[in-house]
């Protein structure tokens, strides 16, 4: 074999190696190398919500993880509920392998936010005036899905993290503001 030849295998050779080590990374952790995300020195279950944000008497479930099929690396979900069932609140943080991922899964959480007649987004009442200045995403706002709701969701590279509840006498704007608040201070302070 002449010397032009064997260079010419270990070059396919060489090729073929890394792309095989390319597919296989992206199979198993939904991204290449230079678009993963980082390893983070926290997991989703340790952004939990503190019991006392909620109205007094409400039924406070764990952060638990979501079952496969998120195309997540991690994830986790609270429900809360007041009010003999009729005020509920839901938390959900996704965990992609990729701030991309997390950038359509962000547009796909922003949908569900919208008036189910019109289509159109909720919008922000003027009883809330938080904004998100660490957030790379944020959508803020009020509407009607069977009560009156509001809702919030947020992409933090990434991470998306969504907020709804109905607004009642105990969940008020002013209490649905501090449990967003919260929630942006403490997925901020463990990112930035």
């Given amino acids: 074999m002449t010397k032009r030849r064997v260079a010419n295998?270990?070059?396919?050779?060489?090729?073929?190696?890394?792309?095989?080590?390319?597919?296989?990374?992206?199979?198993?952790?939904?991204?290449?190398?230079?678009?993963?995300?980082?390893?983070?020195s926290f997991k989703v279950l340790d952004l939990n919500l503190p019991d006392d944000l909620f109205p007094?008497?409400?039924?406070?479930?764990?952060?638990?993880?979501?079952?496969?099929?998120?195309?997540?690396?991690?994830?986790?979900?609270?429900?809360?509920?007041?009010?003999?069932?009729?005020?509920?609140?839901?938390?959900?943080?996704?965990?992609?392998?990729?701030?991309?991922?997390?950038?359509e899964a962000f547009s796909q959480e922003k949908r569900f936010y919208t008036d189910r007649n019109s289509k159109r987004p909720w919008q922000k009442p003027s009883a809330l005036n938080f904004v998100s200045s660490t957030a790379d995403e944020f959508f803020l706002g009020c509407g009607y899905?069977?009560?009156?709701?509001?809702?919030?969701?947020?992409?933090?590279?990434?991470y998306v993290i969504s907020f709804d509840a109905t607004i009642d006498s105990?969940?008020?704007?002013e209490r649905f503001e501090t449990i967003v608040t919260f929630i942006d201070n403490q997925i901020s302070a463990k990112l930035y």
């Avoid at 899905?145 to 990434?158: D, H, K, L, S, V």
């Avoid at 105990?170 to 704007?173: D, E, G, W």
């Fill in 9 to 40: 295998l270990i070059l396919i050779l060489l090729t073929t190696v890394i792309t095989c080590a390319a597919l296989f990374h992206v199979v198993i952790y939904g991204c290449l190398l230079w678009d993963c995300a980082p390893q983070r």
């Fill in 56 to 103: 007094r008497g409400a039924i406070i479930n764990s952060l638990y993880p979501l079952s496969e099929g998120e195309r997540t690396t991690e994830n986790g979900s609270k429900t809360v509920y007041w009010d003999g069932g009729w005020g509920l609140a839901g938390y959900i943080v996704l965990r992609y392998p990729s701030a991309k991922r997390a950038t």
């Fill in 145 to 158: 899905r069977m009560e009156y709701r509001c809702g919030m969701t947020a992409r933090y590279a990434e």
């Fill in 170 to 173: 105990q969940m008020t704007h």
